[in-house]
């Protein structure tokens, strides 16, 4: 460091200092405002995007509380329609039950109606059967009984006396 300080030249600083100031005033004239003016762009570009990204995180929210509301709604809508469904076919299922009842009822008194006209049928022939037997029991035993002359004089005689003329 001292052969520096006594081999020192003024020609040599002069043109140094006049070399360096030439340097910084040609960097300042061409390359300082060019890099300051990309350092501002990127500087503000990258402002925008912080501001862009702020609204897309505002909007996000947004439209996740959007979404909570439709997907609520949408639940509540399910529901809705799910007890309205359930109401119906409740309503179905009561109404084809007291259909079914009176279906029934109305099978039941047909089919007891039905069964008491065969059971007069039934009867009505049975007293039609009776009624012939007796009539041909009593003729047969009239025929047996009124074989002779003398027991049908009798006869005649005793249904006179008891008709009245």
């Given at each position: 460091m001292e052969k520096l300080i006594y081999d020192f030249s003024f020609g040599?600083?002069?043109?140094?200092?006049?070399?360096?100031?030439?340097l910084v005033f040609l960097l300042k004239k061409f390359a300082w405002k060019p890099i300051l003016n990309a350092v501002d762009e990127r500087e503000s570009s990258i402002k925008e995007s912080l501001k862009a990204a702020e609204r897309a995180r505002k909007e996000l929210k947004e439209l996740q509380s959007d979404n909570q509301k439709i997907l609520n709604e949408?639940?509540?809508e399910r529901e809705r329609i799910v007890k309205e469904a359930n109401d119906m076919k409740n309503k179905i299922v009561g109404d084809a039950n007291e259909a079914a009842k009176a279906?029934?009822?109305?099978?039941?008194?047909?089919?007891?109606?039905?069964i008491e006209?065969?059971?007069?049928?039934?009867?009505?022939?049975?007293k039609t059967q009776v009624a012939?037997?007796?009539?041909?029991?009593?003729?047969?035993?009239?025929r047996k009984e009124l074989e002779s002359q003398n027991k049908q004089q009798e006869l005649i005689d005793d249904l006179l006396k008891e008709a009245k003329l």
């Open positions: 040599l600083f002069f043109w140094q200092l006049l070399l360096f100031v030439a949408a639940r509540a279906e029934s009822a109305k099978h039941i008194e047909n089919a007891r109606l039905q006209s065969e059971k007069q049928n039934a009867i009505a022939q049975i012939e037997l007796s009539v041909e029991i009593a003729e047969k035993l009239l």
